[in-house]
C-alpha cells in the first residue's frame, strides 16, 4: 500500500534542497533531479510544493520522462486532499471547474461545449 501524504506537507517541500511536486495526485520529491532536469531548474521551481498536473501535461512529456519519474515517487496525495472532477454533461460546470480540476460549488449559468476532435458529417 502506497503512503499517503497531505497537500500540507507537500506544501512544506518547496525550495531547492527539499523540492516535492504533485503530477497526478502521486507526490514526487524531485529535489535530487533538479539540476538533471532538461527543462530547467526553474520549471521544476515553479510547481515546488504544489500540484503541476497541469504543467506536467502541457509540456507534453514523453513515456521515457513518465518511467523516469518512478524512481521520485514517494506516496500518493491524501483522498481527502483530491479535488473531484465534475463531468462536462452534468451542465454543472464552467470550463474553468473543468480545466483546474475543482470541485462544482453549485449550478452555473455558464454552458459547456466539450471540445471535439472533428466534425462528422
Partial sequence: MSKEITLATVK???KSNDLWIIIENKVYDVTKFLNEHPGGEDSLLSVAGRDGTKDFIDVGHSQDARNMMKKY??????????????????????????EHNTENT????????????????
Fill in 73 to 98: 515517487y514517494i506516496g500518493d496525495l491524501a483522498a481527502s486532499d483530491i479535488k473531484k472532477k465534475v463531468p462536462l454533461n452534468t451542465g454543472l460546470a464552467t470550463s474553468s471547474d473543468t
Fill in 106 to 121: 453549485g449550478p452555473s449559468n455558464a454552458s459547456v461545449v466539450p471540445k471535439q476532435c472533428c466534425i462528422l458529417h
Fill in 12 to 14: 512544506e517541500h518547496n
